[in-house]
């Protein structure tokens, strides 16, 4: 609450506080939605929020507040995710999420409570050097002491998060300068803008790398998180028109080509790469999932498109880098085939691609269809696939039953599918989905969940049902950590096996004790009806299915 007096001079003042100067200065950059978990060092910015009409979602882990703002950056390219957290064991226990949107380069904004300015040093409640800790793992990290700078300092953490490469920001305010008064009339708010990298290369690097996309026989597209943050899908997609290239996505390039277009690919990726002479590296990272660029044939040449200088050659040279905005270079090199009278057609080999794809595909068959009980994980991800609609949004939060899903599952054309991204932090899942349900609630929300996954944000069902949130998570419980026990049993022998199996616990009679909808499933031909009935109950629900254990060798390893 502010109000208004008279000055000294006579000058109407609005007497306010510094929570509500932060909260001006969040609906100026757009923010509509704020996540936190209550404390007293924060409660100003939620003060301010209710002046603003900026709704605060309170969960029940600080992690789980900082992973919902990466999900919210996620389905809001152009704005930040934002997460509110109070000193000390608040700002520690939202670390990981932090870590995660660090290694998505997802930008967040960050808020960390802290002691009183005026005692800084000398030991207050939940004190801490949480701008240290924090400073590895974001791009900006800073303190505000001034109460009347407020507004000015989270300019400055949402220019540094959304500019170049995004990432996250983490803002650090006392809570007597964040509570300290201020005439909010005579404090400036400065203004937002877009702070996205939006061009494109230099026009002779784009007429190299055309020249040599031209000059290619075997050509291979890899798209990946930086064409999300470019919004470059349909760009992208008018180069694959163009030019019939296979093209192969991960990270958050999932779903911004539809998986119907001629030119996606989902099962070769492996044999494609192998086979080819030119890979364009499309906001693709040579890091683990690439083998650090092994996964490129030595004498394939790369062009490589990127958001910044920085990305390009890492791991690996690149022969052209093409660095800015991703749609404006896939634009820019159409231009120049257009201009050249260049042509490029890869439809002969997008052909092969594609017909062996399809005898891959059948070659699963039988698992897809299988009727064995403990229920084939394969037998799950399909059931799953078939209610999966064209305005879902999909949700991975586990390890084998991801990986599996992913490639089973088809990334709806007007929806999303979201995971971790490259730090493989489990425990994404709900929190990811509260902000998915807030941010778009006629549309249906979907998780696919590991059991494991489960046990580490799944008290959020609490907050789904608080909220009022119908969201639908289905476990794929196999009693494991399932990527970890395959790999130790191959390892070091069955008899060896530690620290890997879990229940089958009742996950579903969890979420129905915090007052959502449960079903329990066995059987394979029970999923379909249990998915419906959980759709269909309104609440948010949680469909427990117990799979298969598999502890077969392992057949090579995420980590080297």
């Given at each position: ?297 030595a004498d394939a040449r790369i062009v490589q498109l990127d958001l910044d200088e920085t990305l390009i050659g890492q791991n690996r040279s690149a022969d052209v880098g093409l660095a800015g905005n991703l749609g404006a270079n896939f634009e820019a090199l159409l231009e120049v085939f257009k201009s050249t009278g260049v042509s490029v057609d890869a439809s002969s080999q997008l052909a092969v691609l594609a017909q062996r794809e399809a005898e891959l595909d059948e070659a699963r068959r039988a698992e897809l269809d299988s009727d064995e009980t403990p229920i084939d994980p394969l037998r799950l991800c399909r059931e799953i696939a078939e209610v999966v609609t064209d305005d879902m949004i999909v949700i991975g939060d586990g390890g084998d039953i991801v990986a599996q899903a992913s ?154």
């Amino acid at each position: 609450m502010s109000g208004k007096n008279k000055g000294a001079l006579g000058v109407t003042e609005t007497k306010g506080h510094g929570g509500q100067l932060a909260a001006r200065a969040l609906a100026a950059a757009g923010v509509e939605c704020v996540f936190t978990l209550s404390g007293g060092h924060v409660m100003g910015i939620y003060d301010g929020c209710l002046d603003e009409g900026i709704e605060v979602v309170d969960v029940r882990h600080e992690q789980a507040a900082v992973h919902a703002a990466d999900a919210w950056a996620r389905l809001h390219p152009g704005k930040v995710g934002v997460a509110i957290l109070t000193a000390g064991p608040g700002v520690t226990d939202g670390v990981t999420g932090v870590a995660n949107a660090w290694r998505a380069n997802s930008p967040i904004l960050v808020f960390g409570g802290q002691g009183p300015f005026r005692q800084a040093g000398r030991g207050s409640l939940q004190e801490m050097d949480h701008v240290s800790l924090m400073r590895p793992i974001s791009k900006w990290a800073g303190s505000c002491g001034e109460t009347r700078r407020i507004a000015e300092y989270i300019e400055l953490a949402v220019r540094t998060a959304m500019s170049g490469v995004p990432g996250p920001a983490f803002l650090e305010i006392p809570m007597d300068i964040l509570h300290g008064s201020v005439d909010l009339d005579a404090v400036p708010v400065p203004p937002f803008r877009d702070y996205r990298v939006a061009s494109a290369a230099p026009i002779a690097v784009v007429e190299q790398a055309a020249q040599m996309i031209a000059g290619a026989a075997r050509p291979v597209v890899m798209a990946g998180t930086a064409l999300k943050w470019s919004e470059g899908g349909a760009a992208l997609a008018a180069f694959l028109d163009a030019t019939s290239m296979p093209c192969y996505v991960n990270g958050m390039a999932r779903g911004e080509i539809p998986w119907d277009h001629p030119s996606f690919l989902s099962l070769t990726r492996k044999e494609a790469l192998e086979a080819a002479d030119l890979v364009i590296l499309a906001g693709t990272p040579l890091d683990f999932r690439m083998k650090f660029g092994r996964a490129i044939p030595a004498d394939a040449r790369i062009v490589q498109l990127d958001l910044d200088e920085t990305l390009i050659g890492q791991n690996r040279s690149a022969d052209v880098g093409l660095a800015g905005n991703l749609g404006a270079n896939f634009e820019a090199l159409l231009e120049v085939f257009k201009s050249t009278g260049v042509s490029v057609d890869a439809s002969s080999q997008l052909a092969v691609l594609a017909q062996r794809e399809a005898e891959l595909d059948e070659a699963r068959r039988a698992e897809l269809d299988s009727d064995e009980t403990p229920i084939d994980p394969l037998r799950l991800c399909r059931e799953i696939a078939e209610v999966v609609t064209d305005d879902m949004i999909v949700i991975g939060d586990g390890g084998d039953i991801v990986a599996q899903a992913s490639k089973v599952i088809r990334v709806p054309r007007r929806g999303t599918w979201m995971d971790p991204g490259p730090l493989g932090t489990l425990g994404v899942g709900m929190p990811f989905a509260l902000a998915a349900q807030k941010a778009f609630p006629d549309k249906r929300v979907l998780i696919v969940y590991g059991d494991g996954s489960f046990g580490l944000n799944g008290f959020e069902y609490d907050t789904a049902v608080r909220f009022g949130l119908p969201i639908v998570g289905v476990v794929g419980n196999d009693a494991a950590w399932g990527q970890m026990l395959r790999p130790q049993a191959s390892l070091y022998g069955q008899d060896r096996v530690v620290a890997t199996e879990l229940n089958y616990t009742r996950y579903d009679k969890v979420v129905e004790a915090m007052g959502g909808h449960g079903e329990h499933v066995t059987a394979p031909h029970d999923i379909a009806p249990a998915l419906q009935r959980a759709f269909d109950s309104g609440l948010p629900a949680l469909v427990n299915v117990e799979i298969r254990q598999d502890r077969g060798a392992m057949k090579g390893s995420t980590y080297v």
